[in-house]
């Protein structure tokens, strides 16, 4: 019986606290991509002395993107990571070339931590920049140069397939707001006047993607 509880014992010394998804010190590494679809709107001001020409537009816009997740275990139920992810923005013309940046804190809460399996909510609170050209007759005028900020409220599914690799499937509400920063090559007509325009969106992101954890 003795040499019984002794076995017991170190097999419990031997064996990790947790099997679960998260736990403290557990390292996530994800890479996927993500479709969103938004609405959007769009307002700008043009004005000189005291006259003011006003502008606004609604619209909707698709958002292709391609995530780089890193999250830190604090606790079996807490996480906290950054989330890195670049991409297109496609609005209702479609012609315009662009690029999309956005960088986040991304903390996580896990409301299911299984050994395989998990169910967590997580806010993505960001900073977004978006470059949009203008194209006329195949050639590209201007190019515009937004930045602002986002929040993403949302949750997932992950699944392990083994100790290290699973599958991460997600859906979250989006809004962002991008303000008018610069335009390259400079407009001569923007240093008299006084310009500024905002695009606001918001709708909902689908990811999918790959991760693994140490």
Not at 64 to 76: D, M, N, R, S
Not at 104 to 113: D, G, I, K, Q, T
Not at 127 to 140: E, F, M, P, T
Not at 152 to 171: C, D, K, S, T
Request: proline fraction near 4%.
């Amino acid at each position: 019986m003795k040499k019984l509880l002794t076995s017991v014992v170190l097999a419990g010394l031997l064996v990790p606290a947790t099997a679960q998804v998260n736990a403290k010190g557990v390292v996530q590494v994800g890479l996927g991509m993500g479709l969103g679809a938004h609405a959007t709107h769009f307002t700008s001001e043009l004005s000189y002395a005291s006259v003011a020409l006003k502008h606004s537009d609604d619209d909707g816009a698709v958002t292709f993107t391609l995530p780089v997740e890193f999250q830190y275990g604090l606790g079996k139920s807490f996480s906290l990571g950054l989330c890195l992810e670049p991409g297109r923005y496609l609005d209702s013309a479609g012609t315009h070339p662009n690029a999309l940046f956005l960088v986040a804190l991304s903390p996580r809460f896990y409301a299911v931590n299984k050994d395989r399996f998990a169910l967590l909510f997580d806010l993505d609170l960001g900073l977004n920049y978006l470059r949009i050209a203008d194209v006329q007759s195949g050639k590209q005028r201007f190019e515009d140069r937004y930045a602002g900020s986002y929040v993403r409220p949302g949750f997932a599914l992950q699944w392990y397939f083994g100790e290290v690799v699973g599958l991460n499937l997600g859906i979250n509400y989006t809004a962002h707001t991008f303000k008018w920063r610069s335009r390259n090559p400079g407009d001569p007509a923007l240093g008299i006047v006084d310009y500024s325009a905002t695009l606001k969106t918001s709708g909902v992101l689908f990811q999918m993607g790959l991760q693994a954890k140490f």
